[in-house]
C-alpha cells in the first residue's frame, strides 16, 4: 500500500529565507508526483507535476525534486514572501489499476514579515 | 472555462438527513473522484469512477453512495448523515488517459452535521 508522509508538519520562517519542503513515498511504482497549494477554507491549487522519468521541475521561485529509487521528493521556494503562506500537499499517481492519487498530510508554512 | 465545479459551498444537516453533492467537469475527463479532507487526515478517497458508467469504493466509502450520471457529472450522497461525516469535501476530475497529465479540483463543499 502507498503511503506518503511530509514533514514537518508545520513550518515557520522569516521572509526571505529559502526553504524545502519535504516528501517521501513507500513505493516506487509511480507515474508521477504533484505539489499542490492550498490556502486556508479553499480548495487544492496544483503548482508543479514532475513525471516519474524527471528529475526535477521549476515554475518561478518553485523547484520541485524527483528521486524515486529513494521516494522520496523535495519542494524549493526561494526568497520567500509572506503570500507563500499556505498549506503544501503532495500526491502521487500510482501505476497501474485506477492511477488514484494518494496524499500526504501537508505541511503548513507561514512565513513571518 | 469552468474546470471543476461543486454544489453547494456549504451545508448544515441534522442527523439522519439526507442529502447530495453535486459536481461537474468541463474537460471531457474521463475520471472523477471524490474526497474528503479532516485536520491532521489530509485528503482521503472516498468513491471515484474511472470511466463514465463505472464506480469503485476509495478508502472511506462507508455511508455514501456515488452515482457517475454522465462523463460530466459525478454525484456523493448522504442517505442518513452522521456527525462523523462533518468535513470539508472535494471532487477532483482527471483526463484518465495521458496518465501524465494533472489532476484537478473543485473549491469544495464544507459539510457539517450536528
Known amino acids: 500500500k502507498q503511503e506518503v508522509t511530509q514533514i514537518p508538519a508545520a513550518l515557520s520562517v522569516p521572509e526571505g529565507e529559502n526553504l524545502v519542503l519535504n516528501c517521501s513515498f513507500t513505493?516506487?511504482?509511480?507515474?508521477?508526483l504533484q505539489w499542490f497549494r492550498q490556502d486556508p477554507g479553499k480548495g487544492l491549487t496544483s503548482l508543479l507535476l514532475i513525471q516519474s522519468s524527471q528529475r526535477e521541475q521549476t515554475s518561478g521561485r518553485l523547484n520541485a525534486s524527483l528521486d524515486k529509487s529513494s521516494g522520496r521528493s523535495t519542494l524549493y521556494i526561494a526568497a520567500s514572501q509572506p503570500g507563500d503562506s499556505a498549506t503544501y500537499l503532495c500526491?502521487?499517481?500510482?501505476?497501474?489499476?485506477?492511477?488514484?492519487?494518494?496524499f500526504g498530510q501537508g505541511t503548513r508554512l507561514t512565513i513571518n514579515p | 472555462n469552468a474546470g471543476v465545479t461543486q454544489t453547494p459551498k456549504f451545508q448544515v444537516l441534522k442527523t439522519g438527513q439526507s442529502m447530495t453533492l453535486q459536481c461537474a467537469q468541463d474537460?471531457?475527463?474521463?475520471?472523477m473522484y471524490w474526497y474528503r479532507q479532516d485536520p491532521g487526515m489530509g485528503l482521503r478517497l472516498i468513491y471515484y469512477?474511472?470511466?463514465?458508467?463505472?464506480?469503485d469504493k476509495g478508502e472511506v466509502p462507508n455511508g455514501y453512495n456515488v452515482s457517475r450520471l454522465n462523463k460530466r457529472e459525478f454525484s456523493l450522497r448522504l442517505e442518513s448523515a452522521a456527525p462523523s461525516q462533518t468535513s470539508v469535501y472535494f471532487c477532483?476530475?482527471?483526463?484518465?488517459?495521458?496518465?501524465?497529465?494533472?489532476?484537478?479540483f473543485g473549491p469544495g463543499t464544507r459539510l457539517t452535521v450536528t
Open positions: 477532483a476530475s482527471f483526463t484518465g488517459t495521458v496518465k501524465t497529465s494533472e489532476q484537478y
Open positions: 500526491a502521487v499517481r500510482r501505476s497501474g489499476g485506477a492511477q488514484k492519487l494518494v
Open positions: 469512477s474511472a470511466s463514465e458508467g463505472t464506480t
Open positions: 474537460m471531457n475527463h474521463n475520471s
Open positions: 513505493d516506487s511504482a509511480i507515474y508521477n
